[in-house]
């Protein structure tokens, strides 16, 4: 609702507990201090009241004199991190490269990627992650000043304690260094696990190959983890992302869980349509799962990419290029959410009745989804004309939407015995469009609300589970269960 920015915005991720987001904007009607002009700055709104607040702004209020982008938003919504080029937010910032920083509460800029004595990084810092209370912090860098001995020349992954100031590079093997470029960093809430990408080969004994791989830090224990791993335990990706890309990943609220991209076809059996795909990787039972995957079991047909996963594993929502995950979507770029739990997929990136979104600005809309820890709330960004009323100015703006499950409702049983048991199902949401049945905890198949005639089933009782869903909704959790009876 509301009359849209007038200028384009990008990078919208929420707070785990759903009650605030960040963004990044060039429009110049958001807030009253956004005084440089339509240079990109990081926003943080309150979803309860929809009040906005400008976050890239000096000690005294004064505007960025330069773009700033990239945010991370703490679990509770208290502390928003972002990348900057900018050079008044701290005195003394004069090395000419993006910093990172995080401004809390108080309002005060902190600055993240600093330096052994506290100045400012000597090389370029970039994607910043946070902790669920906003006090660490994880983040890219290419300096060689953060801490002591960083003599390997290339981007690094660290952590800095935002209250004692400690920073600690996370991106190291054994023998506490990295001898190849890190980054992509993401943060369990907790601030234990830091999971990233590198090309590097000694952060894990398996690791055999020279392309980049997905790792897990282990704070507490002080081990490296390929997670990336193949069928046999080996380095999973042989097949090199296309610059400039490189693999996201993302971990769950213990570390137990991590999602991630990759374009190997070796870590799972299933996957044979030599595109990127998302997987999650399980740490406890030392098992790899693919995620990109459709209602009807089918491989997406295209690439699927940067995933982010809920605190508890249950949901991974992800970008895909795929025609054939969810019904709904468009034959171009759309955000999807995938629910472990029972293996379906939905659309996000809908108009609010459901339908579909029209055509891009762009050719490509490339992003990178966000959810909150129930996986009900999805954010998004869309450069779509027909997302809401009244949005002409063509800039691509940022969007919530509620994936609220339908409930699954049992009309009536029309036929419990019978050659082709029938019944008739519905849900309390007219926009639930799209069911899917299990015959006996099956596969998947497609259905619509109404009559549902089940033919070709061998005799006996059998177990009808039908769950009511929809574009831009999760499948209901509840669905309803019915037995029938095929006769001899």
Do not use: C, W
Request: hydrophobic share 35%.
């Amino acid at each position: 609702g509301g009359i849209p920015a007038n200028g384009t915005t990008v990078d919208v991720v929420l707070s785990k507990r759903g009650r605030h987001a960040a963004f990044t904007s060039a429009a110049t009607d958001l807030a009253p201090l956004d005084g440089n002009g339509p240079t990109p700055d990081v926003f943080k709104v309150s979803l309860a009241d929809r009040t906005k607040r400008l976050v890239s702004v000096g000690p005294l209020g004064q505007a960025a004199n330069g773009p700033s982008f990239d945010p991370a938003i703490s679990g509770d919504g208290t502390v928003v991190a972002f990348t900057t080029l900018a050079t008044n937010l701290v005195a003394g910032d004069a090395n000419g490269a993006t910093d990172v920083f995080a401004v809390g509460p108080a309002g005060l800029p902190l600055l993240v990627s600093a330096g052994l004595d506290g100045a400012p990084a000597n090389g370029p810092s970039r994607e910043p992650a946070l902790s669920d209370d906003g006090r660490i912090a994880a983040f890219t860098s290419e300096a060689s000043n953060l801490v002591p001995d960083d003599t390997n020349g290339v981007a690094d992954v660290f952590v800095r304690d935002l209250i004692s100031g400690q920073t600690r590079r996370v991106s190291v093997g054994p023998d506490g260094a990295g001898d190849g470029t890190s980054d992509t960093p993401a943060i369990s809430s907790d601030g234990r696990f830091v999971t990233f990408a590198s090309d590097a080969r000694n952060l894990d004994e398996r690791d055999s190959d020279r392309t980049t791989d997905v790792y897990l830090r282990d704070r507490v224990g002080g081990r490296t983890e390929l997670v990336s791993v193949t069928r046999d335990g080996r380095s999973g990706q042989r097949t090199s992302f296309a610059a400039p890309f490189r693999p996201v990943s993302d971990v769950s609220a213990s570390g137990r869980f991590v999602a991630f991209d990759s374009p190997s076809p070796r870590l799972t059996d299933r996957d044979r349509n030599r595109r990127s795909d998302v997987f999650v990787r399980d740490r406890r039972r030392d098992t790899t799962s693919l995620v990109s995957a459709g209602n009807t079991g089918r491989q997406g047909n295209n690439d699927s990419v940067t995933p982010v996963i809920s605190n508890d594993g249950r949901f991974v929502a992800f970008q895909s290029f795929a025609e054939n995950l969810a019904f709904g979507g468009t034959q171009r770029e759309d955000v999807y959410i995938h629910d472990r739990r029972l293996r379906l997929t939905n659309v996000v990136d809908v108009r609010p009745d459901s339908g579909r979104r029209g055509f891009e600005l762009g050719r490509q809309n490339l992003q990178r989804p966000s959810i909150n820890d129930t996986g009900q709330l999805a954010a998004f960004t869309s450069g779509a004309a027909n997302m809401v009323a009244q949005d002409t100015n063509r800039v691509r703006h940022g969007f919530i939407r509620f994936l609220a499950p339908p409930a699954t409702r049992l009309a009536s049983v029309v036929r419990r015995r019978s050659t082709a048991p029938a019944i008739r199902i519905s849900a309390d949401d007219e926009n639930a469009r799209y069911f899917v049945y299990r015959i006996d905890g099956g596969p998947p198949k497609p259905t619509r609300p109404g009559l549902l005639v089940l033919r070709g089933m061998k005799p006996g009782r059998h177990r009808i589970t039908v769950y009511a869903g929809g574009a831009g909704m999760l499948f209901d959790p509840s669905p309803v269960r019915v037995t029938v009876t095929v006769p001899d």
